[in-house]
């Protein structure tokens, strides 16, 4: 009877576990151990044990934070049946593809990443092109920085410690003025990228989607050559994009 007992509390706490990493990610075993109220030992027992199914992995090595794997983020974001975020999203990314007649982009935060995981092309000759399974630093990219802009300060500070050294014969913009286009992207609700330092000659906007607890976990961007960017229909496709987000956040909030 108390060996059921304790395989029940043990069952109990990996679950709260889980929950608090999903609503707080990227966090620590201590913070996990306040917030959860539970040992650290336990918490630590059942975040190997989440790691070791694929739900959980270490995000920040250096300090050893915890989140959620893309398995978890996917799984948790379907919808009924066999409806998964794409599927979820599709008329939305379809109708802005349409309306603006350019490439959107779905892009889910990994870590430090924005992985790309669904696409809309323009019907144009001369368009904007992403393979899917790409992925794009979150800094990197206009959808990337919108999902910034919705994050705790110190969860910004955390991720400006990691080095690009991948890009670092690029033209890279500072952290300073990074910083600065977070800020902007906070009180505009979305982000603007011209001429990107990562990919010359595409412009683009993008907007965060968030889930029901209001956190950042995936953006929209609509990508355009810099060829064919306007700057008098900028104000007008933010919307849009802003829109497109906004409505995606609800339909992964009512899953």
């Known amino acids: 009877m108390n060996g059921g007992i304790r395989s029940m509390n043990s069952v109990l706490n990996t679950l709260r576990v889980f929950e608090e990493v999903a609503m707080r990610q990227p966090i620590g075993v201590s913070e996990l151990s306040r917030v959860a109220r539970i040992p650290k030992s336990s918490v630590q027992r059942s975040l190997v044990t989440l790691q070791q199914a694929g739900w959980l992995r270490v995000v920040e090595p250096e300090h050893t934070r915890w989140g959620l794997t893309m398995r978890a983020l996917v799984l948790g ?55 899917l399974g790409t992925r794009v630093p979150l800094r990197a990219s206009s959808g990337g920085v919108a999902i910034i802009s919705r994050l705790e300060a110190d969860e910004i ?19 300073e003025e990074l910083r600065k286009e977070i800020t902007r992207t906070a009180g505009r609700g979305y982000a603007l990228d011209m001429s990107s330092w990562y990919r010359p000659h595409v412009s683009s906007i993008g907007a965060a989607i968030t889930n029901s607890a209001g956190r950042p976990i995936a953006a929209v961007t609509l990508a355009i050559p810099d060829m064919r960017y306007r700057r008098s229909q900028e104000k007008k496709f933010a919307q849009m994009v802003v829109a497109a987000a906004d409505e995606i956040s609800r339909l992964i909030s009512s899953t």
């Open 157 to 175: 500070d955390q991720l400006f410690k990691a080095e690009l050294a991948e890009f670092a014969d690029k033209p890279m913009p500072t952290s």
């Open 77 to 131: 974001l379907r919808s009924t049946g066999e409806q998964d975020l794409r599927e979820l999203t599709g008329p939305v990314i379809k109708r802005l593809a349409a309306e603006t007649n350019e490439t959107v982009l779905l892009g889910l935060r990994d870590g430090d990443d924005l992985l790309i995981i669904a696409r809309e092309d323009s019907t144009q000759l001369v368009r904007v092109f992403m393979d």
